[in-house]
């Protein structure tokens, strides 16, 4: 649900920047369950840090 709301927080955009409003309310839906007691901070950090990567084109080669 915390998900869903985020969106409707965002404008309407284009279908080419789809990826804008996913992504965002990927970030903010952890903070905001961190800020109302649900998930410790740490926790968050560690679950981005493993699934950020998660999210990178496929194909291209990474920059280190």
Do not use: F
Request: aromatic fraction near 6%.
């Amino acid at each position: 649900m915390v998900h869903e709301m985020v969106h409707t927080a965002l404008p309407d955009l284009d279908d080419r920047y789809a990826w804008l409003s996913e992504g965002l309310a990927v970030y903010v839906e952890p903070i905001a369950r961190v800020q109302a007691g649900d998930l410790t901070a740490r926790e968050i950090w560690q679950a981005m840090m493993r699934d950020m990567p998660k999210g990178l084109p496929q194909g291209r080669r990474r920059r280190s």
